[in-house]
């Protein structure tokens, strides 16, 4: 049986429960609303996408884990692999064919997505 997650504040409160288990980060895509909301030590960032053309959305989360571990392995700082991670799945919508990302375009959306950070005050257990 799943839920329905509606806002931010659930969603972190979500991430917070994951985090309980010994997870060292949560992120969590918008999906169509584009972005994603990530939990990582204490705080909360809230990863705002530029204006995409979507022509396949298949295979925008693997570009996204793909993104993730890459900015990990090369010890990006950590806003800077959000960045990554975020512009290598908004790069992949924009190929017709899955498991493309064409670097011009994951480039320029990594240049024009914002980071909110905040502290991360919201707790499962509340």
């Known amino acids: 049986m799943g839920f329905i997650l509606t806002n931010e504040n659930e969603i972190i409160k979500a991430a917070n429960y994951i985090m309980e288990n010994g997870i060292e980060i949560v992120i969590v895509s918008l999906g169509k609303a584009g972005g994603a909301i990530v939990v990582y030590q204490g705080h909360s960032y809230k ?26 392995l090369r010890n990006y700082d950590f806003e800077h692999m959000l ?43 509340t």
């Open 47 to 72: 990863i705002k996408m530029p204006s995409i053309d979507l022509v396949n959305s298949n295979g925008a989360g693997s570009a996204m884990l793909a993104g993730l571990a890459v900015s990990i």
């Open 83 to 125: 960045k990554v991670t975020a512009a290598c799945g908004g790069a992949s919508v924009m190929e017709r064919d899955t498991g493309t990302i064409d670097m011009v375009n994951m480039k320029t959306i990594m240049n024009e997505v914002e980071i909110e950070k905040k502290e991360n005050l919201v707790n499962f257990k």
